[in-house]
């Protein structure tokens, strides 16, 4: 063997995509964990995504980032870099990647340095942008939350999704495959639990006493600008009938932690509603990631809409969680937009539901009174076969052209399985529009599959769209 065929080849400049706690807290887990592997420089790139972003610390502004800071060489700023375009609604055409790239370089100081990419997704925001303007680099990605488990959400460039070489995630549902960029055969590989709650201990120990008692209960705020989120007075609804919940099971203090884009007169109004049924609320200063609380507190119970932080209380932390009838199905097929319901059904498969939290609370209350389990019905969900193909099964229904070989397993599916337990995640309308079982009378299935019904169909609409003009 020549000396230049053993020589290794040279370190990348590796690019660190973070714009929550949690994303910095996973990436310095996998840096912990050597899955990230050798490197020329380690640069992480701080992204404030929050819908206006001079209202919302970034990352590496909040206290718990401090003993972060170390795996990496350097901090950047995604936002002083593209200002005053907006960080993660932003991407350069296709023209002017080019010109970005080198002012990129020469703002970094990266040089001619071969670079790697690691962010969170590259569908959208600064990942998308990132992999437009370093069209050479290697890609690999992130899941925060259950993301990994749902399908991508949208059809992706085959140009960028090829470079994905491996998808990072917690393992939060053992047993269960992630679907997130499978359609590219990227290997999934999971960051150690262990290593991950290591960085969080770390983080834990250098913030000061959030204020709130040991034992407490949490309750979780939902991200209001997350797709499919709550209207606001539907999401005061929702978190009242969480609130009694907790009352009627017998907790005192709740520790109500809101997402940090949420309004401060949201979280206000949520503390006097919890003061008004008896209960004790507290805030806690500068808690972030949430998994600082689960170092800190060991809260006496885990429940909200945010079904990634209760699946990581409840697996990672061993602590009890429950979603308190916030895994409700789906409104309509708009509901499916992007990854779809998958994070609920998860949460509703694995977690149970909170006593007295079904009792609506008024009229256009979402999610009403959640329907206990039937004995009866021959699939249980939490069977991790059954989930997995569950999950696989809204996948399809959520982005079927993204997933286009799993039509006939997702048929399979719904026709073994026509118990409401099951049939709740799938609207009708959504089951129709697809050709799929229980969309339509069972006769009229063939019919609307046949290629020639489809061809009139879309003549028809055209006539209709025309005549209307």
């Known amino acids: 063997m020549t000396a230049a065929a053993s020589t290794p080849p040279p370190a990348r400049t590796q690019l660190l995509v973070a714009s929550t706690p949690h994303g910095a807290a996973l990436l310095a887990a996998a840096v912990d964990a050597g899955l990230l592997g050798a490197a020329r420089e380690r640069l992480l790139l701080v992204a404030n995504t929050a819908a206006v972003p001079e209202t919302a610390p970034a990352p590496d502004a909040l206290p718990g980032f401090a003993p972060l800071r170390g795996r990496f060489g350097r901090v950047l700023s995604w936002n002083a870099a593209v200002a005053p375009l907006h960080p993660g609604a932003w991407t350069p055409r296709p023209d002017d990647a080019p010109l970005w790239e080198r002012q990129l370089r020469a703002l970094w100081g990266l040089g001619d340095a071969e670079v790697e990419l690691v962010a969170e997704r590259v569908e959208a925001g600064p990942g998308r942008a990132l992999a437009r303007i370093f069209p050479d680099a290697p890609l690999d990605v992130y899941a925060t939350g259950l993301s990994a488990y749902g399908p991508t959400p949208g059809k992706l460039d085959p140009l960028v999704g090829t470079r994905v070489r491996r998808l990072l995630h917690l393992g939060t549902v053992p047993g269960l495959r992630p679907l997130l960029l499978a359609e590219f055969g990227v290997p999934a590989e999971e960051v150690p639990a262990g290593a991950f709650r290591a960085v969080v201990a770390e983080s834990a120990r250098e913030l000061p006493d959030p204020g709130v008692p040991e034992g407490a209960a949490l309750l979780l705020g939902p991200d209001p600008d997350a797709p499919g989120a709550l209207p606001p007075g539907d999401e005061e609804r929702l978190y009242g009938r969480l609130l009694r919940g907790l009352r009627e099971a017998g907790h005192r203090a709740v520790v109500l932690v809101p997402h940090p884009a949420a309004p401060a007169h949201r979280v206000r109004g949520l503390a006097e509603r919890a003061a008004g049924l008896g209960l004790e609320p507290y805030e806690p200063r500068d808690a972030r990631p949430v998994e600082v609380l689960y170092e800190r507190l060991r809260p006496a119970l885990v429940t909200g809409c945010s079904f990634g932080a209760l699946l ?123 050709a799929l079982p229980g969309g339509l009378p069972a006769g009229l299935g063939p019919v609307v599959r046949s290629p020639a019904v489809r061809r009139a169909a879309r003549r028809a609409r055209a006539l209709g769209r025309r005549a209307r003009r």
């Open 312 to 434: 990581t209380a409840s697996t990672l932390y061993g602590l009890p969680a429950a979603h308190g009838g916030t895994a409700s199905p789906p409104a309509g097929p708009a509901a499916f937009e992007g990854g779809g319901p998958v994070p609920a059904v998860i949460a509703d498969a694995l977690l149970p539901d909170l006593p007295g939290a079904g009792e609506p609370a008024g009229p256009g209350d979402p999610g009403g009174t959640p329907r206990a389990p039937d004995p009866a019905d021959p699939v249980d969900p939490a069977d991790p076969v059954e989930l997995a193909r569950l999950v696989k099964a809204v996948a399809f229904c959520a982005q079927p052209q993204v997933h286009p070989g799993l039509r006939g397993e997702t048929e399979r599916f719904l026709a073994a399985h026509p118990e409401e337990r099951v049939r709740r995640w799938f609207p009708r309308r959504l089951l129709a529009s697809l």
